[in-house]
């Protein structure tokens, strides 16, 4: 199993050095235009919070698995965890809140200890969309996970998880040896009790991130494919498929140096962008909240350390007024939303 | 001067060539999309067609083309290799099975 840049004490792990990496080299030059100007072209710059509907809280960088494009640089040795206090904090904002969804992540959010009694707690709120990102392997990880399918299914949590293709090789090349044969039973084990099942309320979607230095294709199209072939394979099915872009942070920016593949990455992303897509880049409608509580436009950001620009910092000062409306932070990585048909976590969005 | 004769740059300049005469460029990249449209085959059908055509034409635009849309499309490297032993199996079908005409000229020919 590979480590986290943490574990490795790689300056990448430094998110200080990420955001330099970014605006420099290629977008100092000129030779790509900043993500700002090109926004500028069609006046969309600022980009501006709308009102909240999705609020995306990751309860911890710690994860089973080190994929090897994780945005988080996950992982086994990471020990940040959210704890029961700032849970706390978060429920009151959940409960007072008009978001439709509640989406909680990580790492494997899973494995932090107060989990359970989070999902307990926030599932009394009524939020209409109650999503859990689970990377499946989590649920045959380890004998006290097993039962996760079933504490899910009382909860009504939506299930969104992680299955970069099809076959066994891909899969395992990017999320590590062993990960495709366990998520094809965690899968399995779902549809069992109901999820994933077409007409069924227990949702379970899938996403798909590219296993390399390329673009998803249509999302439509790629949904076709895993319907296909995992219901020929294995008899799974599943609801829908979110085709996601890699963003260039964390350890796909490593890999993404490390193979000397950057430049050129950077240069289909902006290729590839769709001024269409930007009206409607998730940071428009989401708040993010790190393990810590604070507040962050997107995932993304987060893990860049790019807080909102907002006088709310953090969860405990929570206040709509003051985040309505905030401009976005923004820097070169943004271009992996706008790609073609944009990407967010839900998938395409233009 | 340029040094190669080929620049992967220019495939992204393919564009250009109506600049010069935009009413056969125009039709020619009309016609091309359509060709690659959904239709009796799957569009991932006609890009592994596409990528095996491309080898034997041993196009390297080509090539960087189809190799990159087979991967975005989520067409494995096994396919891709599968699909390019059936152009190399054409391809070297095409030189042995002419292989028949210098056998009939010998043999007609030879005492
Ligand atoms: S991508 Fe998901 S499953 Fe993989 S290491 Fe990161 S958090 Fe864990
Ligand atoms: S990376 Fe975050 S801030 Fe940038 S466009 Fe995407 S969602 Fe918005």
């Known amino acids: 199993m590979i480590k986290s840049l943490h574990k490795r004490e790689s300056e990448l792990a430094n998110s200080k050095r990420q955001v330099e990496i970014l605006s420099n080299g290629i977008f100092q030059s000129g030779d790509l235009p900043k993500f700002k100007d090109k926004i500028s072209e069609t006046n969309q710059f600022p980009l501006k919070a709308k009102k909240l509907e999705i609020l995306q809280i990751n309860v911890g960088y710690m994860c089973n698995q080190v994929c090897e494009h994780c945005h988080v640089d996950a992982g086994p040795d990471r020990k940040e965890i959210m704890t029961r206090e700032t849970m706390k904090q978060c429920l009151e904002v959940i409960k007072n809140t008009g978001a439709h969804t509640l989406d909680l992540t990580g790492g494997a959010p899973e494995m932090n200890p107060d989990f359970r009694w989070f999902v307990d707690e926030a599932s009394k709120a009524g939020i209409k969309d109650f999503i859990v990102r689970s ?7 380890n004998k006290k996970y097993h039962d996760l399918p079933e504490f899910f299914k009382s909860h009504n949590v939506h299930i969104v998880s992680s299955m970069p293709h099809w076959t066994k090789g891909k899969t395992d090349k990017q999320r590590g040896d062993g990960v495709f044969d366990k998520s094809i039973k965690a899968l399995q084990d779902l549809n069992a009790i109901g999820y994933g099942i077409p007409n069924s309320d227990l949702r379970l979607d899938l996403v798909y991130n590219p296993s390399g230095a390329f673009l998803p294709g249509n999302q439509a199209s790629l949904e076709k494919e895993f319907k296909k072939a995992l219901i020929d394979d294995f008899g799974i099915q599943f609801h829908n498929l979110f085709a996601i ?13 490390a193979s000397e593949n950057y430049e050129d990455y950077m240069y289909s992303l902006v290729e590839a962008y769709n001024p269409a897509a930007v009206a409607n880049v998730m940071c428009t409608n989401t708040l993010s909240v790190s393990w810590d509580g604070y507040l962050y436009d997107c995932d993304f950001n987060q893990m860049l350390n790019l807080p909102v620009n907002s006088k709310a910092k953090h969860i405990s000062e929570y206040n709509e007024e003051l985040l309505e409306g905030r401009n976005i932070v923004i820097s070169q990585h943004c271009y992996g939303c706008t ?5 967010s976590c839900q998938g395409s969005v233009a | 001067m340029q040094k190669t004769y080929y620049d992967p740059a220019d495939l992204k300049k393919f564009g250009k060539i109506s600049d010069w005469n935009e009413e056969l460029g125009a039709k020619f990249f009309d016609y091309y999309n359509s060709v690659f449209k959904e239709g009796n085959l799957s569009e991932r059908e006609k890009s592994l067609i596409a990528l095996a055509v491309a080898h034997t034409i041993q196009c390297p635009y080509c090539i960087d083309a189809y190799t990159g849309d087979g991967l975005q499309r989520g067409i494995t490297k096994e396919e891709m290799m599968e699909a390019l032993h059936v152009a190399a199996a054409i391809r070297g079908g095409a030189s042995l099975v002419h292989g028949v005409q210098m056998m009939n000229k010998v043999n007609k020919l030879e005492m």
């Open chain 1, 135 to 141: 990377n499946l392997t989590i649920i045959r990880a």
């Open chain 1, 245 to 257: 872009t890699n963003l260039p942070i964390s350890r796909f920016l490593d890999y993404l140096i």
């Open chain 1, 339 to 343: 790609a073609g048909a944009g990407s």
